[in-house]
């Protein structure tokens, strides 16, 4: 079965439609390519099922790897039969693989390997065959001076005969499935340790295959951190029966006592550490699999949030003992000023200066961070836009990894001249402009959308933050005269080299004109243009396709279609008319109408932003501490994480209230992303004020009915 074949099978993907991905994937083509532009060749084939591809290819081709390598070992011990070869050419997983091996691996010396040595294969075979004699008049036969008593003989038939029942690979992976199907995750504290931060964990027993993943990670944390004790409870006398039944075990024989203790101590010392370590090395695997789908949703949710827009735009990083950052940016980004005031700390706080800076400026908002000091300082611009009557909105910005942007080297290299606190009133206000220009500057683990995104897989996370703000990018597009290398970077085809590249050479030539001019850029050829060009946009350009996503290669195909109805393309590009051309006259062996519908609704709305229309949060102004908030208040508030268990939820007084998953709605909810996401404008009723610890219980089907708050 070919590799194509092998994926298909796994992801239940048209067998056709795999070969065509690989295919294109070994030819170069990126994901939002194919995805998007090669329609036809994959059957439609989306993202999603594009990266299933790709990750099942990777998966098969370290199983192909290990494969080999352990072929290889085997061949070099000379211990590999037909039958081995072929059981292990049929292993469909990492750990049937594993299983086929262990009986060969040449590790430590052990027990067994040792009896071995000094003889006692005989007596094990007696005890494995259950055999008739005198088991104690046998071993007497096999004393040595390395085997001095009868006790040590028999104890050394039993380590051989415990390593054999344990190296069988159907028994071990019929224990670690009885493991995970039939054990228990035990937890108690560890003596001496603050388990405060874990006590709602301690003395808790749960069936391993219904424990939730964000609950494993919680236990696993307090686990790593030296507060709890985490054991698997398993019936090991369930086990040592099945084991008994498996290896023809007679009660009444002579050495049916000496097989029963072999396979107890088989169960015990041999098979059932391994089947919990692999048991618990699952659920870790699929928590973090859990915990890095809902960071990359959140993410994406955040990435994807409604930009203002290119407008002009004040940006205050809040700061009590040194005063506000205020950096003043022009619509493209651009820095036209910046200044200090001291807004937070005082009762009547000095006003002058910042009118001064806002009148000088004129922004068409105010972006102000939410992190210490911010509502207070919200507060104050708030005042004094209403009181001066000054045409811009004050809105609430994350500053979520904000400091940690300032600090970077990517931070220093585009704000060189810009202290590092200056810099975060740079990076908020540029936030409001455009998030996800904006915060892909930031490393995704600092935004503060996770779930245990500290406890999981960093490698793994990464790799899926870093699909996720590729997708982001390329469904939305990128200027390609505005963007920083750090945007560019995420698009299609272009890497880190070719992105600086491209930066440096409309510094030095000027912004481009159109799509081809890309063609000049330093390094960058025609595979990386045909596979960049339609996620770049040029506004302003001659030809009005080059700032939309229909790509450069059917150019001369709109061109056809607009001559046909006796038009031009810069008159059909936004008109009417595009609902008079008939798609189907079009298809042909490279296009067919699944591209042709693409083409026609961008030729309907060019250039289209599929991100939300912003819309700016607002808060109770007298509600702005954890002592404001009162047991029945209904606030409006904003979504700042979705998890597992529910949603967080910004209602203005420095600290998230949580809505736990059975109070997102009305019905019964699985999914808390199928409800809200980071972002999203809620009402919120307050359930539940906890100061001491610093937590708030909301509730938003609370809403509905305040009765049930009483």
């Not at 029963?260 to 692999?278: H, I």
């Not at 004094?384 to 080297?409: I, T």
């Not at 029945?632 to 994480?641: A, E, F, K, P």
Request: aromatic share 4%.
């Amino acid at each position: 079965m070919s590799l194509s074949q092998q994926i298909a099978a796994r992801t239940e993907l048209a067998p056709q439609s795999v070969a065509a991905a690989v295919a294109l994937f070994d030819e170069g083509a990126t994901l939002p390519f194919v995805a998007r532009y090669r329609k036809e060749r994959t059957g439609g084939l989306d993202e999603v099922q594009l990266r299933a591809i790709l990750a099942e290819r990777t998966l098969l081709t370290a199983l192909d790897q290990r494969r080999t390598a352990i072929l290889e070992a085997l061949q070099a011990q000379g211990k590999l039969t037909d039958a081995l070869r072929q059981a292990l050419q049929r292993a469909q997983r990492k750990a049937e693989l594993e299983d086929l091996y262990a009986p060969f691996k040449q590790g430590r010396k052990t027990r067994g390997d040792t009896a071995r040595a000094r003889g006692l294969q005989p007596l094990a075979d007696r005890i494995l065959g259950q055999r008739d004699g005198d088991p104690r008049r046998d071993a007497a036969r096999l004393q040595t001076p390395e085997v001095p008593t009868v006790d040590d003989a028999l104890q050394g038939a039993r380590d051989i005969v415990a390593e054999t029942l344990a190296n069988d690979s159907e028994r071990r992976a019929w224990v670690r499935t009885q493991v995970g199907q039939q054990g228990d995750l035990r937890s108690v504290a560890k003596k001496g340790a603050d388990v405060s931060q874990f006590r709602d964990y301690v003395d808790r027993s749960e069936a391993l295959r219904n424990i939730p993943s964000h609950r494993y990670l919680a236990m696993c944390r307090g686990e790593a951190e030296g507060a709890l004790r985490l054991s698997v409870g398993m019936d090991q006398e369930r086990l040592v029966r099945d084991v008994l039944r498996t290896s023809g075990h007679r009660p009444r024989s002579p050495y049916g006592a000496e097989l029963r203790a072999a396979a107890e101590d088989a169960v015990k010392r041999l098979m059932l550490p391994v089947a919990v370590r692999a048991v618990r090395s699952v659920l870790k695997r699929e928590a973090d699999e859990a915990a890095i789908d809902v960071f990359g949703r959140n993410l994406e949710a955040l990435l994807l949030a409604g930009p203002l827009g290119p407008r002009s735009v004040v940006g205050i990083d809040p700061g009590i003992r040194t005063g506000c950052k205020a950096a003043a940016l022009s619509p493209t980004g651009d820095v036209l000023g910046h200044d200090t005031f001291m807004l937070v700390g005082r009762n009547d706080p000095p006003t002058d200066g910042l009118l001064r800076f806002l009148r000088h400026h004129r922004p068409d908002a105010i972006a102000v961070g939410n992190g210490t000091g911010g509502r207070e300082t919200e507060a104050v611009c708030r005042q004094l836009v209403r009181d001066e009557d000054l045409p811009c909105l004050v809105v609430a910005v994350s500053e979520a990894g904000a400091s940690v942007y300032s600090a970077s080297e990517l931070a220093g290299a585009e704000l060189s001249q810009l202290d590092l606190t200056v810099r975060g009133a740079v990076s908020i206000g540029r936030r409001l402009q455009d998030p996800l220009a904006e915060l892909v500057k930031v490393d995704p683990a600092s935004l503060g959308v996770g779930q245990y995104q500290h406890d999981v897989d960093a490698a793994r996370l990464t790799e899926r933050l870093g699909d996720v703000v590729e997708t982001c990018v390329n469904r939305v597009g990128v200027d390609v005269n505005t963007a920083s290398a750090a945007l560019l970077t995420y698009v299609a085809g272009l890497t880190l080299r070719t992105s600086k590249s491209i930066v440096a050479h409309r510094t030095e030539t000027g912004p481009l004109s159109a799509r081809k001019e890309l063609l000049a850029v330093p390094g960058l050829g025609a595979k990386t243009y045909e596979q960049c060009a339609g996620f770049l946009r040029v506004r302003g350009a001659d030809n009005p396709l080059d700032d939309s996503s229909v790509h450069p290669e059917r150019y001369a195909l709109v061109d056809r279609m607009a001559r046909d109805l006796g038009t031009t393309v810069a008159a059909l590009v936004g008109s009417e008319r595009v609902g008079e051309v008939g798609l189907s006259a079009y298809v042909s062996d490279e296009v067919g109408l699944a591209t042709l519908n693409d083409i026609a609704a961008e030729l309907r709305k060019p250039g289209r932003d599929p991100r939300e229309v912003f819309e700016a949060p607002v808060f109770r102004d007298d509600v702005n501490t954890l002592c404001d908030l009162e047991v029945g208040m209904v606030l409006d508030g904003v979504v700042t994480n979705v998890t597992a268990f529910g949603a967080f939820v910004d209602v203005g007084v420095h600290q998230d209230g949580l809505v736990h998953v059975s109070q997102l709605a009305e019905r019964f909810v699985r999914d808390p992303h199928a409800v809200v996401h980071p972002g999203k404008r809620v009402r919120v009723a307050v359930l539940e004020v906890d100061p001491g610890r610093k937590r708030i219980s909301l509730s938003i089907k609370a809403v509905r009915y305040p009765t049930s708050l009483v």
